[in-house]
């Protein structure tokens, strides 16, 4: 089976406070530490679970973005996945969701794929859509906030995350997975691991590989569009204090104050 | 000339979500909101819809809405939005609108806008407010021709009512393809969870990978318990699979908004920010001075949880006492 697993390199949510570029209204990518996004961690190792759970198959990461990316993808490696292909073009940036889906379903319909993983969201962008605009460009079924995936000969079954307990889902393969948080036990790379990932196949892609029409994707596909942005209004009472062995009765003085005891 | 707004309605045991509602008392404000009622019941959620700003409504009541998820809704709806060409179409953000949402989009190549808490229009233009991390608040528009899609945060509006208001219904005359029928529901469990919701708690104690370790959590929920709240998780946390994620507060976890949330050993990402912005008071405790959160938190105390947690424990319970 071909197992394919979309991932993202974004600012690090542990570190950086994101920032929007005033001039360009895009996400400050230069300057700041860039990393895998965590949350596509939990989505690797759920792809690399079902690799390893089913006969001859093979795990590649996909990802869209620019030349930095590869770093992501050089960790997807470490974890275990086969093999990586990278799409970037400047063409691409300020991409919308509709656009990046586009870009990942091309890649997907020439590999033939016969699952497709994803992370519900991103940790930055969090609209959650691009999995969806995949599965309609491929016109194949999408099984979304999966807590267990099982293949069944030419059938993917899913325990969906609802909000008051779970959905058994199924449908037909191929198909796009996404896998909700905490479903899957984190992999961690190993020193083998980054050894080896550097001799596995890493392909980088350009748009005119995929034979896109570059109006259709990044800034000029773009069909949202930034207008303004602005500060919000700082909190009222919001002050940050260094605990100077007192935390514990300044909170609860706050709390008292505003009657929250 | 007014604005035609659309707003799919879902369907909860029987009757209208109330995440649609809130959605659909919004979209009457804007306009003139019609509503699409698709599954079974969709008849009597159609009959009572016009009080909840509706002015008209198309109904198609099948059970294959139901049973086969997404495909035969992206199907209904994107004929008619072929046939009627509404200014907008609003949906809330829950599971099974946002998987609609993402597919509409990429069949109909509409424009889609995520997480807004506010939108209106300024003659022609929609303007939709979403706010961003927690020191931004971004204006976006959808600048090309055609219907566009709006997903609200939820919570974002309230219900409205409009006594008497019927809504002029038009059943739908459908057929349902076989080839969209392909994913199927074979059971739906829910499941009991014990404690307070978080939706409905009125103080959430909240951890994060600050903590250090899944034995440390303990200390969140001592503190939720002596506040008499409901305890929470970052995804971070859940990831780490030290709790489940039906505790996880964050864009696909659980939205919030108590009156006092306390963020202990969180660094505040965007998404995790999304969900509990809202809150009336955050107090926040960190190790970490440059961490996200603090720029959201009434009270943000830079230094050790698993020091200061038990400490306010014992002091919140010695000031419950008095």
Known sequence: MKIYVCIKQIPDPNTVVSKLD???KRLVRSGVSLVLDPGDETTISAAIKLRDTTGNSELVAVSMGPASAQEAMRRALAMGVDSAIL??????AGSDTLGTARVLAA????????????STESTDGYTGMVPGGIAEFLGIPQLTFAREVNVEGQRAVIKQVTQTGYRTVESSLPAVVTVASGSFEAIYPTMKGIMSARKKPFTQLTLSDLGIDAAQVGEAGAR?????????EARAAGQVLKDDGNAAQTIADFLQRYQLL | MAKTIWVLVEIENGRPARSSLEVLGKAASLGRAEAIVLGSHADEVASGIGEFGAEKVYVHNDPVYDTYLTLPAVDTLSDLLKQHQPDLLMLATTYDLRDIAARLNARNNMGLITD???LQFEGDTLNVTVPWGGETVVTATLPKQGTGIVLTRPKAFAVEHFEGRTAEVETLNVSLQASSQVMKVLERVEVESEGPSLEDASVIVSGGRGLGKAENYHL???????????????????DAGWLPYSHQIGQTGKTVKPTLYVAVGISGAIQH??????SKYIVAINKDEHAPIFSVADLGIIGDALTILPQLTEEVKKRKVQ
């Open chain 1, 87 to 92: 799409v970037t073009d400047p063409a691409l």
């Open chain 2, 116 to 118: 807004a808490t506010d």
């Open chain 2, 273 to 278: 920010l999304a969900g509990m912005k809202g």
């Open chain 1, 224 to 232: 949202e569009q930034v207008v303004t942005i602005g500060k919000v």
């Open chain 1, 107 to 118: 890649v997907l319909k020439k590999e033939n794929a016969d699952l497709i993983f994803c």
């Open chain 2, 220 to 238: 969140v929920e001592e503190l939720a318990a002596a506040l008499g709240g409901a305890p929470g998780a970052t995804r971070a946390i859940v």
């Open chain 1, 22 to 24: 005033p001039s360009t």
